[in-house]
């Protein structure tokens, strides 16, 4: 299974943009890239997705590089309900009926007020 | 609203005794997991169930049963065979049915924290 690597831990000043590495060195041509963050004592919530271009939702944006090998997780102006633990997970694009996600530990983000 | 249910949230167990876990959806998910999820680590699969009446060992199943007798409902139970029970316990459901597995994502319930005294 193809793996991701991400820093253990960053900051961010209340209000002010925050950019979330993910490193994926070995994804396949057709897997997605998911992200999902967990917030203090909860469970995880669907932050973002993508395959191949940049998107866009009201949480978040992705940003993934031109090879795939990376992407980030951009959040416009960081709050402090956004400071959680978030997760960058590879799925890929089929596979037999359900799936398991895998959670590596994350990158938590702290957001300074 | 849409969502997902655990209970209780905070559950405490002597040691040796069964304990069943409650978890509820009303998304009309095909599909649903168990996770366990240990302090300052990421979440492990237990079970999952694609359809009603069938489910899937995760990494970590031992210990654990399951049952998917409605759509909605996906109960858990930690036996007294499992050696460390005390954990976080997430249910999780998602759609399921889409051939495009990439694409499906996964709704989280609010969980459930087990203690074994």
């Known amino acids: 299974d193809a793996k991701t690597t991400q820093p253990n831990s960053m900051e961010s000043n209340e209000e002010e943009p925050v950019h979330l590495p993910c490193n994926h060195s070995?994804?396949?041509?057709?897997?997605?890239i998911h992200w999902y963050r967990q917030l203090p004592s909860q469970g995880p919530e669907y932050v973002i997705h993508?395959?191949?271009s940049n998107v866009n939702n009201r949480m978040a944006s992705l940003a993934i590089a031109e090879d795939r090998k990376s992407s980030t997780l951009i959040l416009h102006r960081a709050t402090l309900r956004d400071a959680a633990v978030y997760y960058c997970i590879l799925l890929p694009y089929s596979g037999a009926g359900s799936y398991q996600l895998t959670f590596g530990k994350g990158t938590k983000l702290s957001v300074i007020p | 609203d849409g969502g997902i249910t655990q209970s209780p949230k905070y559950l405490f167990r002597k040691e040796g005794q069964n304990v069943t876990l409650s978890c509820e959806q009303n998304l009309n998910h095909d599909a649903m997991y168990w996770y366990r999820q240990d302090p300052g680590q990421g979440l492990r699969l237990i079970y999952y169930s694609q359809i009603v009446n069938d489910f899937q060992k995760g990494d970590i199943a031992e210990g654990y049963s399951v049952s998917r007798e409605k759509k909605e409902s996906f109960p858990l139970t930690v036996t007294s065979a499992q050696k460390n029970p005390t954990a976080f316990y997430l249910c999780?459901?998602?759609?399921?049915?889409?051939?495009?597995?990439?694409?499906?994502?996964?709704?989280f319930g609010p969980g459930t924290r087990l203690t074994v005294l």
């Open positions: 070995t994804i396949s041509g057709t897997d997605y």
């Open positions: 993508g395959l191949t």
């Open positions: 999780a459901s998602s759609t399921g049915t889409s051939k495009v597995v990439g694409t499906d994502t996964q709704y």
